[in-house]
T-cell receptor, first 116, second 110 residues
């Protein structure tokens, strides 16, 4: 299995630009999570989906952030407009309930976002 | 009060020693507890999970849970330089999501 795939791995953009991060979960996994990690705040859950449906978006910092999951194999996290304080590493993770629990989350390699 | 608290470290131990990493959580309703390891510049990976009070051993790793004290720990025996990483404690409150601590940086020196 290829694991969770994220693209791009690095993104440098200017303030005010739109940024789109992409994620392909592990095949067969029915949960997908988007996290943001910074030195100051650690790993924060932004939003998660179950069977492509957003379940909890309470971690999305503001309306500039949006996420979609149009099918079981693809999700996007969009920031529009981007700001320097959005600079962080964004991780996508997926998990499966096939074992009766959603505990083990498998993380992608992350996207390091820098907003100038 | 943070939901999951860890000492940021660094915790420095000599090679071959036991490293002890600690985590406290605030919600007594928490059901599942996890330790993830994150190497610098890499993504978190699960190394241990524990659900019941007591100890759970896996190779050189032992997770300890005390729900009454709202405390979970990770012991690494015979620490190796390759164990140098940040260790993240995560807690599940019987929902679908995990709450992570900010991590403890472990340094194992030869």
């Amino acid at each position: 299995d290829a694991g969770v795939i994220q693209s791009p791995r690095h993104e440098v953009t200017e303030m005010g630009q739109e940024v789109t991060l992409r994620c392909k979960p592990i095949s067969g996994h029915d949960y997908l999570f988007w996290y943001r990690q910074t030195m100051m705040r650690g790993l924060e859950l932004l939003i998660y989906f179950n069977n492509n449906v957003p379940i909890d978006d309470s971690g999305m910092p503001e309306d500039r952030f949006s996420a979609k999951m149009p099918n079981a194999s693809f999700s996007t996290l969009k920031i529009q407009p981007s700001e320097p304080r959005d600079s962080a590493v964004y991780f996508c993770a997926s998990s499966s309930t096939s074992g009766g629990a959603t505990d083990t989350q498998y993380f992608g390699p992350g996207t390091r976002l820098t907003v100038l | 009060q943070k939901e999951v608290e860890q000492n940021s470290g660094p915790l420095s131990v000599p090679e071959g020693a036991i490293a002890s990493l600690n985590c406290t959580y605030s919600d007594r309703g928490s059901q599942s507890f996890f330790w993830y390891r994150q190497y610098s510049g890499k993504s978190p990976e699960l190394i241990m999970s524990i659900y019941s009070n007591g100890d759970k051993e896996d190779g050189r790793f032992t997770a300890q849970l005390n729900k009454a004290s709202q405390y979970v720990s990770l012991l690494i025996r015979d620490s190796q330089p390759s164990d140098s990483a940040t260790y993240l404690c995560a807690v599940n409150k019987n929902t679908d999501k995990l709450i992570f601590g900010t991590g403890t940086r472990l340094q194992v020196f030869p």
